[in-house]
């Protein structure tokens, strides 16, 4: 059965950082692509940044230079350090296991203060 656990979220001041983390179990972890994502209330879910199983990243314009995905294969964990935040980034940060079928996380809720 696999299982994505979030955690690492809370609240913290516009300019502060957070580092959040997934932990992942009942999968080849080091196989899949893991993507955090993003859902604001009243707003889509967006893709925040993503790390392939051979380390390639990709990040969302408006996090570019500001978060970092990482993982760590003995671990069965992905990172997504946060930095200089911002009240916009306030949102449900939810990680997701991609490979034949997508498995996702239930969230970790990340509030910015102004």
């Known amino acids: 059965q696999a299982q994505l656990v979030e955690s690492g979220g809370g609240l913290v001041q516009s300019g502060g950082s957070l580092r959040l983390s997934c932990v992942a179990s009942?999968?080849?972890?080091?196989?899949?692509?893991m993507t955090w994502y993003r859902q604001a209330p009243g707003n889509q879910r967006e893709l925040v940044a993503r790390?392939?199983?051979?380390?390639?990243?990709n990040y969302a314009d408006s996090v570019q230079g500001r978060f970092t995905i990482s993982r760590d294969n003995a671990r069965n964990t992905v990172y997504l350090q946060m930095n200089s935040l911002k009240p916009e980034d306030t949102a449900v940060y939810v990680c997701c296991a991609s490979l034949a079928r997508n498995y996702w996380g239930q969230g970790t809720q990340v509030t910015v203060s102004s």
């Open positions: 790390i392939t199983d051979g380390d390639i990243t």
């Open positions: 009942g999968i080849s972890f080091s196989l899949y692509t």
